[in-house]
């Protein structure tokens, strides 16, 4: 039940890196794999407007390798 009044700061992660909505499938990529995360957030004016996950980007991937 204490694990439940914890504050968000004493579990969360620090943000390896950010991307913009601009950015190609292939750099955020790159930035998952190269601070060994699963997700980044997508910003845009200083603003979070979305996240990228690692299965967004393996489903554009797999989508242009079988249907191309």
């Not at 943000?15 to 190269?34: F, N, R, W």
Request: aromatic share 2%; with cysteine; net charge negative.
């Amino acid at each position: 039940a204490a694990a439940a009044h914890k504050p968000v700061r004493s579990v969360m992660g620090a943000i390896p890196g950010i991307i913009t909505p601009a950015c190609p499938i292939a750099l955020a990529a790159y930035l998952m794999v190269a601070h060994n995360t699963s997700m980044l957030p997508v910003v845009d004016a200083q603003r979070v407007v979305g996240v990228c996950r690692v299965i967004d980007v393996f489903n554009e991937a797999s989508e242009a390798v079988l249907h191309d």
